[in-house]
């Protein structure tokens, strides 16, 4: 799971009112390398929350983002190699998502978040 | 400037509107998008005919156009036409000087080929008609393997009606200079008996490639499928440039596949695609996205469970949701561990629910691309398709899978942004049709339409003649 999936994620269970950004639990990281598109980054630039993208970063051992960010900064390709690296190519592959409000874990297998809910959930 | 498009002779419903979106994609019309482009068959050819006249603004667009299309053999600008070679003669003569001039001159390499629609021509008599056009002065050299110029001769036979083809009326005659022409290995290197991971209803390549084409697939675009399996329709789109998500509600398909070298990664890697940016698990009718996330996919492809070879499903058990038993809370220990139990999705709540997610996370101007079930009754012409306010229909094409069903491929563009007013209009429109149309799509309807057996006419011809004028079964039975 890329951090670019994360920060469109969250948690869906009846009755959370805020369920987003999605605590994560890490066990194993690998870097998957992502061809650099300029043109997607900022196009995605405008729809990604920063601070939970700042956020999971750092869970994920990656401390390069600035803290906050503007679209002037998308000139820079300095900031645009960062950006890419934390939204792209950091990928979650064991660990799990946690649910803010009710500490529901949702596990992530081989890459991949398991986000249906149990019967009591929907 | 009118062009001959020569089409493969297969899905023909689909092939204009592939044409249209891939010059939508190519700049044709400029701003103004989505603008039909003028279509003109030759003299008495059917509508079926593979030989149509399309009007482009360049020779840049269709070549472009030509090269990315899957039904488009060949763009060609035509230096003439005739009912029989002196027509075609006088025709090519008629041509402007200046417009042939610069593609047959000296130092220059070209090829003829010559191509026929209807019957077989011999290699001899090929070569017969290439040298018939003699008095077309070329002057360069000719190079069948890398040409700067190729020209084609096309014949379309005049045959009758016994080969189950429409036929063209007349024996049509063209020669034109070829300005682009079909990537004929694509489809053959990407066809599903070489695919590692298959599952029971993936999408053949030829199909996910059109799929892509109608919702204009290109590199910086993020394309979403929320029923991915196997990944089928996003090696399309991921073929043309697209980045890919994808999700389903089977985790054993998206997270385990066949093992480590037979899964929906490996299906991308086998063509060094770029893998998808996203798989994940996720129930179409609950999705998971965050509530404030809005206008982020540029296209959704997909193609939903009708219930035919494989049903939908949704969270929440059959026996919760209707009732029979009581809601329960999943013990603490068993969480984990826990596999929730999931519920029939009928394809009218599959569609609502997707017309909705698109809605909301296609940006504007964004393309949905679904397949949706038919019934091929003779009493019951069915040409009503889901509908959503947010949403322009712009093309339908129906390919036909048996003599009781087919599905239609509908391409719909956003041209409004989704808000609490388009929702609630969504939603009496869903009502509407569903109490109008869909009666027979829910409950496995769609199932036992396709599978059930029918009576034989001409049993019922013997049996009874009144039955002649009601040949239509009452009753199908649910199994076969």
Redesign the interface.
């Known amino acids: 799971?890329?951090l670019?999936?994360h920060?469109?994620?969250?948690?869906?269970i009846k009755g959370v009112v805020n369920?987003?950004?999605l605590r994560i639990e890490v066990e194993k990281v690998v870097e998957k390398q992502?061809?650099f598109?300029p043109?997607?980054l900022k196009?995605?630039f405008s729809?990604i929350?920063w601070k939970p993208l700042v956020d999971a970063s750092r869970a994920m051992g990656y401390a390069e983002l600035p803290e906050e960010a503007e679209s002037s900064m998308l000139d820079s390709h300095d900031f645009l190699q960062r950006f890419h690296h934390a939204l792209?190519e950091l990928h979650l592959e064991e660990g799990a998502l946690i649910c803010p409000e009710t500490a529901r874990?949702f596990?992530v297998?081989?890459?991949?978040?398991?986000?249906?809910?149990?019967?009591?959930e929907? | 400037m009118w062009y001959l498009c020569v089409f493969y002779h297969r899905l023909l419903d689909y092939r204009k509107a592939e044409v249209e979106s891939l010059a939508e994609l190519f700049g044709e019309n400029g701003d103004h998008k989505g603008g039909k482009l003028e279509w003109k068959l030759p003299l008495h050819h059917h509508p079926d005919s593979p030989f149509h006249f399309v009007d482009l603004s360049s020779d840049d667009i269709a070549r472009n156009i030509a090269n990315r299309s899957i039904l488009v053999k060949g763009m060609y600008e035509l230096w003439g036409v005739g009912s029989d070679y002196e027509e075609l003669q006088e025709s090519i003569k008629t041509f402007p000087e200046e417009r042939k001039s610069p593609y047959l001159l000296q130092g220059s390499t070209f090829k003829i080929s010559v191509e026929s629609f209807g019957k077989a021509i011999s290699f001899q008599e090929q070569n017969e008609r290439i040298q018939g056009l003699a008095y077309i002065p070329f002057k360069g050299q000719v190079n069948l393997r890398n040409p700067d110029h190729k020209f084609s001769l096309m014949e379309a036979a005049d045959y009758g009606l016994n080969n189950g083809l429409p036929p063209v009326a007349q024996r049509t005659i063209f020669f034109g200079r070829e300005v682009g022409g079909a990537d004929r290995k694509l489809i053959p290197t990407y066809q599903l008996k070489s695919r590692t991971y298959l599952g029971p209803t993936a999408m053949d390549a030829e199909m996910a490639f059109l799929m892509a084409n109608q919702a204009l697939a290109t590199p910086g675009k993020l394309v979403y499928d929320p029923f991915v399996g196997t990944g089928s329709i996003l090696v399309g789109a991921a073929h043309f440039g697209a980045m890919t998500m994808g999700a389903d509600i089977d985790i054993r398909v998206v997270r385990d596949g066949r093992g480590p070298d037979c899964n929906v990664w490996s299906n991308f890697k086998q063509y060094g695609l770029p893998p998808p940016i996203a798989l994940l698990r996720a129930d179409n009718n609950l999705p998971p996205w965050r509530p404030g996330l809005k206008e982020i996919f540029d296209a959704i492809i997909c193609d939903p469970p009708y219930g035919v070879r494989a049903g939908g499903r949704k969270s929440g058990g059959r026996k919760l949701l209707k009732g029979t038993v009581a809601p329960y809370t999943v013990p603490d220990d068993k969480r984990t561990d826990h596999i929730p139990s999931t519920a029939a999705y009928s394809l009218v709540e599959c569609v609502h629910d997707l017309l909705n997610l698109a809605a909301k996370m296609l940006v504007m101007g964004g393309r949905l691309v679904f397949f949706y079930p038919v019934l091929r009754e003779e009493d019951c012409v069915f040409n009503q398709f889901p509908e959503h306010p947010c949403f322009t229909l712009i093309s339908s094409s129906e390919q036909i899978l048996s003599s009781r069903y087919s599905r239609v491929l509908l391409t719909m563009v956003k041209h409004s942004s989704y808000t609490k007013e388009m929702a609630e209009a969504a939603k009496l429109k869903h009502e509407e049709f569903r109490e109008n149309h869909l009666k027979w799509l829910e409950d496995g309807n769609l199932h036992s339409a396709v599978f059930g057996p029918t009576i034989d006419p001409r049993l019922t011809v013997a049996g009874n003649c009144n039955a002649t004028k009601d040949p239509k079964p009452k009753y199908r039975g649910k199994y076969v």
């Open positions: 799971m890329r670019l999936t920060n469109m994620l969250s948690s869906n369920g987003f950004p992502v061809d598109n043109d997607f196009n995605m729809k929350e792209l874990r596990p297998n081989k890459g991949i978040p398991n986000l249906l809910l149990h019967e009591d929907v």
